[in-house]
T-cell receptor
């Protein structure tokens, strides 16, 4: 079952603009991760934010986490055509042990020249 | 460094045939995951292993699906008999599970096997 729901499902912007994607989840989490998937490829890990963190940065990426609202957002600043991909949030919980991820439905981002 | 290697990349076969998907995780990783991705259902976890032992197979759709991990460097996902509804992209991923911080380790994905059952 899908733990996270991403919003919007699809986003089209111009190169140089910022892109914001949101993720909502349902249960308590230990951390939340964002992944990117280019067409025809596997998922690539972008950034991880722990449940006791509120904001994290990595290059042009900024992730926020609000555990009271069970939501997270991914901001990509100064977007490039190469950022065109699908973006997924994934939540981790310790139930049953192990590094088990539950993925959201994804946001398809298209960055146009 | 070599990433997660999956084979074959594409598989087309007729329903009723046995299908075997293969995965080589990143050397040193001790957790391995099999996922299935479809437009309708998104990305679903089928099964995962820690230290070659299956931990959670609750995502395996039915008895036609089986997975093995005979050693730390190889895993298979088998479908027998295959059906058209099994058509999907199957991903293998691996990560390092170690001590108390294992849940904070990212998963590394292969490029998947695109399976078409006719």
């Amino acid at each position: 079952s899908q733990q996270g729901e991403e919003d919007p499902q699809a986003l089209s912007i111009q190169e140089g603009e910022n892109a914001t994607m949101n993720c909502s989840y349902k249960t308590s989490i230990n951390n939340l991760q964002w992944y990117r998937q280019n067409s025809g490829r596997g998922l690539v890990h972008l950034i991880l934010i722990r449940s006791n963190e509120r904001e994290k940065h990595s290059g042009r990426l900024r992730v926020t986490l609000d555990t009271s609202k069970k939501s997270s957002s991914l901001l990509i600043t100064a977007s490039r055509a190469a950022d065109t991909a699908s973006y997924f949030c994934a939540t981790v919980d310790f139930t049953g042990g192990g590094n088990k991820l539950t993925f959201g439905t994804g946001t398809q981002l298209k960055v146009e020249l | 460094d070599a990433g997660v290697i999956q084979s074959p990349r594409h598989e087309v076969t007729e329903m009723g045939q046995e299908v075997t998907l293969r995965c080589k995780p990143i050397s040193g990783h001790n957790s391995l995951f099999w996922y299935r991705q479809t437009m309708m259902r998104g990305l679903e976890l089928l099964i995962y292993f820690n230290n070659n032992v299956p931990i959670d197979d609750s995502g395996m759709p039915e008895d036609r699906f089986s997975a093995k991990m005979p050693n730390a460097s190889f895993s298979t996902l088998k479908i027998q008999p295959s059906e058209p509804r099994d058509s999907a992209v199957y991903f293998c991923a691996s990560s390092l599970a170690q001590g108390e911080v294992y849940s904070n380790q990212p998963q590394h994905f292969g490029d998947g096997t695109r399976l078409s059952i006719l």
